[in-house]
């Protein structure tokens, strides 16, 4: 029996031309639609021979049939978004307007004028239709340097004349203007003509395939828009996930690497996959009696961190121990609060932990404790950074900690356990170290061999609280120790 009176899912649609070398056009905008978790659908306008070093040729779809596209997507689907690329005659650009103002869409407009690879995509005598058919019925529009100057008639050299040309682009009736900086200083700006407001969105140069930066872009704006962001905090995680895309590029071909829109989404997957090891890990520890004696006065966390996932990327030479891609950005600082798109936490932080730490507290009796995991796993919360960040220098598998309370018994049921433990002596530490180090952790680290041990443990002192740090390669197994650890402690009693 046919379902009646389902809720449709809301839909985006790209209107562009076929890239057969993969790296651009409908086949770049469907992979970043669904990276970003929303189903797209696409009109094809143009299909054109192409690979990595340029465009071989071109063939443009009758508008005819174009329209019946169209007709066949919006007759059916809940479009609330869509993008425009490759539009390489007047009539194209002309045809899609009045179907665009046909059907109310909210269009953002990639102007794409020429391929990254090289090949003229956009007929010269079809850029004033855009300008005076298209853009007037535009949502918003991105063109990047060399497009701007195309569309404004201007030169372009600076941050001031960039916001002079999207003014003047916003003369032809478009809402919002983004300017991209990749041709210039890495800097968007972002204009909205309603309100005659500018915004800045700050950005860095980094290696890797860029062709299909501008689709992918345009996508990932439209994908961001259609799942509720605001459009200024739509244009900054659009301009995230460009830089991903280009960082997970890989050569597929002899000319310029296209950017990698599935493996941009790698960033985001093992974001999730750390916090649900952490969260795994707290359902492991939070109804053992034990473990809350273990707990310090003043509380503590696990910590986790991604792994080194770009190692095997295109520059891998680029990538340093520890320093993740989308860290890359010189902005993102200690007083840093952005929140990644995902919810999982800042995008500048490699370590995630419980946001309010863990505690030791009393039950309604008074007398039995148990083990309080405040807040939830976030990207940012991280206090065992530092510690995870020095033993990962001699082992990248080490990826995750917690620091216990020092006792004696402790350290001995640790090596009843068979765990591995060494020492710290923090009496070693000289006055000046790295501060994203911790000296004595390394310290400690080199007498065991330069081989991390399962525990590192330091007694202590007048002005400083003895600790038990136990280490593993993910959350899970780090709660795992612990419990052998409480394990062995109870058969004590």
């Known amino acids: 029996m046919k379902k009646t009176n389902q809720t449709k899912k809301k839909c985006v649609m790209t209107i562009a031309g076929s890239d057969s070398g993969g790296g651009a056009g409908i086949e770049a905008d469907l992979k970043t639609f669904s990276a970003l978790g929303v189903h797209g659908a696409c009109v094809i306008a143009s299909v054109t021979s192409q690979n990595t070093t340029g465009v071989q040729a071109v063939f443009d779809i009758p508008t005819e049939h174009i329209g019946k596209q169209m007709d066949s997507v919006c007759s059916d689907l809940e479009i609330v978004f869509a993008k425009s690329g490759m539009l390489s005659s007047p009539e194209i650009v002309a045809f899609v307007a009045e179907k ?269 404790f148990s083990a309080a995991f405040l807040g939830n796993p976030i990207f940012g919360a991280d206090p065992l950074a530092k510690i995870l960040k020095s033993a990962q220098d001699f082992d990248e598998t080490v990826r995750a900690c917690i620091r216990l309370k020092y006792a004696e018994k402790t350290v001995s049921h640790c090596d009843q356990s068979g765990f591995s433990a060494c020492a710290n002596n923090r009496a070693a530490e000289p006055p000046k170290c790295d501060e994203t180090k911790d000296f004595g952790i390394i310290s400690a680290i080199f007498e065991n061999g330069e081989i991390v041990p399962d525990i590192i443990y330091e007694t202590g002192g007048e002005d400083r609280e003895g600790a038990v740090f136990v280490f593993g390669t993910d959350a899970i197994d780090v709660a795992n120790k612990v419990l052998m650890i409480c394990d062995g402690i109870r058969k004590q009693k």
């Open 100 to 368: 665009v103002r046909e059907y109310n869409l909210s269009l953002v407009v990639d102007p794409v004028m020429a391929a990254e690879a090289g090949g003229e995509l956009l007929r010269k005598d079809a850029v004033e239709m855009m300008a005076s058919a298209l853009l007037p019925v535009s949502y918003a529009v991105t063109p990047n340097i060399f497009e701007a100057e195309v569309l404004s008639g201007m030169k372009i050299k600076n941050k001031e004349d960039a916001k002079a040309a999207a003014v003047k682009i916003a003369e032809t009736g478009v809402k919002y203007v983004i300017v991209t900086g990749g041709h210039l200083d890495a800097k968007d700006i972002v204009y909205d003509s309603i309100n005659r407001e500018f915004t800045t969105l700050s950005g860095t140069f980094v290696k890797g395939g860029t062709h299909g930066t501008g689709c992918t872009y345009s996508s990932a704006l439209v994908s961001y828009l259609a799942r509720g962001f605001e459009f200024a905090q739509a244009c900054e995680f659009a301009k995230k996930f460009v830089v991903d895309a280009i960082l997970f590029s890989e050569n597929i071909g002899s000319g310029v690497a296209p950017v990698n829109p599935g493996g941009a989404r790698a960033v985001f997957s093992q974001r999730a996959a750390v916090i649900e090891n952490i969260s795994a890990a707290r359902e492991l520890l939070k109804n053992d009696d034990v473990f809350p004696q273990l707990i310090p006065e003043s509380g503590t966390n696990i910590s986790m961190t991604l792994s080194d996932i770009f190692k095997d990327s295109i520059y891998p030479e680029y990538y340093a121990s520890g320093i993740l891609p989308h860290l890359q950005n010189p902005a993102a600082d200690k007083t840093d609060k952005i929140i990644g798109a995902d919810g999982f936490g800042s995008f500048n932080s490699a370590a995630a932990a419980f946001s309010g730490g863990i505690h030791k507290v009393k039950d309604k009796t008074g007398v039995s």
